[in-house]
Every structure is written in C-alpha cells, then in structure tokens.
C-alpha cells in the first residue's frame, strides 16, 4: 500500500530513528512502512494519523484491485 509517511516525516523533520521511538516500534519497521512492504495494524494507522495530526486517509492510499 503506498503511503506519504517519508513526506509526513520530513515536513516534521523526524529522522527514521525518532519516528520509530516516538511510535514505539523498530527502525526497520518505519523503513518497510516508507517502502510500502509492509501494512500497519489499525493501531499504528492511527498512532502515525495523531503523531502528524491528519486522518489516516491523508497517510495511507489505498487501491482496490480491478480483476
């Protein structure tokens, strides 16, 4: 799923590192979520949504397939 996560965080200047502290989660995991290799729970959908004040549907984008 394509995500603005790197664009939210560098308007907020957050490094990789600070956004996963403040999320509570792993550097790795902010990098597969910037990547789009990885979906987040809804928990963290909305954790990310409060840290950078917006609705999850400003941060995440989601595509139905069309088969």
Known sequence: ??????????????????LAKKLGVSRQTIISL???????????????ARLFNCHIEDIFIYEEDNQ
């Open 1 to 18: 799923m394509e995500n603005n996560i790197k664009d939210l965080r560098a308007r907020y200047d957050f490094s990789q590192d600070v």
């Open 34 to 48: 910037e990547k789009g290799r990885y979906n987040p729970s809804i928990t963290l959908a909305f954790k990310l």
